[in-house]
């Protein structure tokens, strides 16, 4: 995530908290749904460990480390975001939060890796690194779960000036955010075997505010 990115989102944490409620996201319930039934029989009776990239306050990481019993690593940018992530999080679960993004993480690999809401506001470079990145941190049949703005998003889609050399990307105001199509990710992320990719349309909650209406897409993939 680049610096001015950084700073908005610091600035939201800080004036907003934790905007979207406690609740866990879709990908989430996605993420803990497939990752118990690929558990189901397995030999390995170990925790598994996930990498939340972009935590946010922590609302997915805690669903994941309760719901799995799993070890859970959060990581994101903006520091008041960590902060939030690290009074949210209840006794008990095995939860850590760093202030770091995805190429700083040096101790996988992990038994899947996790990032809701993010990739649409990251830039080309970051966005090439992350999947570029995400691999390299996976298990073999490790688990990738991504959520992100579709083309065609009713909230945000086509507001602002095009961002130039920057397909399918608008900057509005402070705010640049990146739409992707079923194809783009399929073709960013071809290093990995794509299990499920479907649009999702949903109203997304903000405290104090109006409801959000968005569609995103969800892809479930794995290191094969």
């Not at 749904?33 to 397995?42: K, S, V």
């Not at 190429?103 to 809401?117: S, Y």
């Not at 920057?166 to 990995?192: I, N």
């Amino acid at each position: 995530m680049d610096e001015e990115t950084t700073r908005r989102w610091e600035r939201t944490y800080s004036q907003e908290g934790k905007r979207w409620g406690t609740e866990p996201g879709e990908l989430a319930r996605v993420a803990v749904a497939r990752l118990n039934e690929a558990r189901t029989g397995a030999s390995s009776s170990r925790p598994l460990r996930i990498l939340d990239v972009g935590c946010g306050y922590g609302r997915d990481s805690v669903y994941m480390a309760r719901e799995l019993q799993a070890a859970v690593v959060g990581i994101d940018p903006a520091a008041k975001a960590i902060e939030l992530a690290c009074g949210l999080a209840p006794a008990g679960l095995a939860l850590e939060y760093r202030r770091a993004v995805i190429d700083e993480v040096d101790d996988g690999p992990f038994d899947a890796v996790f990032t809701a809401n993010t990739y649409h506001v990251l830039r080309p470079p970051a966005r090439l690194a992350l999947a570029g990145r995400v691999p390299d941190l996976l298990v073999l049949g490790g688990f990738f779960f991504l959520s992100t703005l579709a083309v065609g998003d009713p909230q945000h889609y086509g507001h602002g000036l095009p961002v130039a050399g920057d397909e399918e990307s608008w900057l509005d105001g402070e705010t640049y955010l990146h739409f992707s199509s079923e194809a783009a990710l399929e073709r960013e992320f071809r290093d990995l075997h794509i299990e499920r990719l479907v649009r999702h349309e949903f109203d997304e909650p903000h405290a104090g505010g109006t409801a959000h209406r968005h569609v995103h897409l969800l892809m479930v993939a794995r290191r094969g």
